[in-house]
């Protein structure tokens, strides 16, 4: 069974660069895409963006240019930078394997990790 | 604001059924039959019960099942338990720009 872990400072000060790793273990990270997904206080889940094991990237265009993913297939993990944090950018960020080829869905989540941005 | 519409909350008594609605548009829900839905507890990891508007994953139990009418999506639990008691999310392919959509969470309270 995959598992996700997600890691990163819990902190970060406008208008910095917010950073995220997700760890990948019990499965490879390739042949799958692979999301960010988050959540904001008191709000619903929001899709970040995608990447595929071999770098392709999609990302949701309200966020779009901010937001850069990369994956390192050595070391079987992926990354999120977003850009130019505001505390409307505070929230629980999820990784998650996904979106499934013909079904849209994510089939495995990591538990989140909660990013502040403040001063 | 969410794309997709749940009710904030919804409760039933153990052994009921309950149904949890999430309504889109012809853009999302309407035109692809690719509704997942999530349950969620604090701290851990979010789980995949339902993708493809009616597919169970492996290992999820049949009291869980969903269904799609036009712009609306909905998710049953029946024979409901205290361990049902959490917060779940519907999400929909919306096409090549969007992509992928979800709505605002239901919570279930199992009185």
């Known amino acids: 069974q995959v598992q996700l872990e997600e890691s990163g400072p819990g902190l970060v000060k406008p208008p910095e660069t917010l950073s995220l790793t997700c760890s990948v273990s019990?499965?490879?990270?390739?042949?799958?895409?692979w999301s960010w997904i988050r959540q904001s206080p008191g709000k619903g889940l929001q899709w970040i963006g995608y990447?595929?094991?071999?770098?392709?990237?999609y990302s949701n265009p309200s966020l779009k240019s901010r937001v850069t993913i990369s994956v390192d297939t050595s070391k079987n993990h992926f990354s999120l930078r977003l850009s130019s944090v505001t505390a409307a950018d505070t929230a629980v960020y999820y990784c998650?394997?996904?979106?499934?080829?013909?079904?849209?869905?994510?089939?495995?989540w990591g538990r989140g990790t909660l990013v502040t941005v403040s001063s | 604001q969410s794309a997709l519409t749940q009710p904030a909350s919804v409760s039933g008594s153990p052994g009921q059924s309950i149904t949890i609605s999430c309504t889109g548009t012809s853009s999302d829900i309407g035109s692809f039959n690719l509704v997942s839905w999530y349950q969620l507890y604090p701290g851990r990891a979010p789980k995949l019960i339902i993708s493809e508007v009616t597919e169970r994953p492996s290992g999820i139990s049949n009291r869980f099942s969903g269904s799609k009418f036009d712009n609306t999506a909905s998710l049953t639990i029946s024979g409901l338990r205290a361990e049902d008691e959490a917060d779940y999310y519907c999400c929909s392919y919306a096409g090549s720009t969007n992509f992928v959509v979800f709505g605002g969470g239901t919570k279930l309270t199992v009185l």
């Open positions: 019990g499965g490879s990270i390739r042949n799958y895409y």
């Open positions: 990447i595929y094991y071999s770098g392709i990237t």
């Open positions: 998650a394997r996904g979106p499934r080829a013909g079904a849209g869905s994510f089939d495995s």
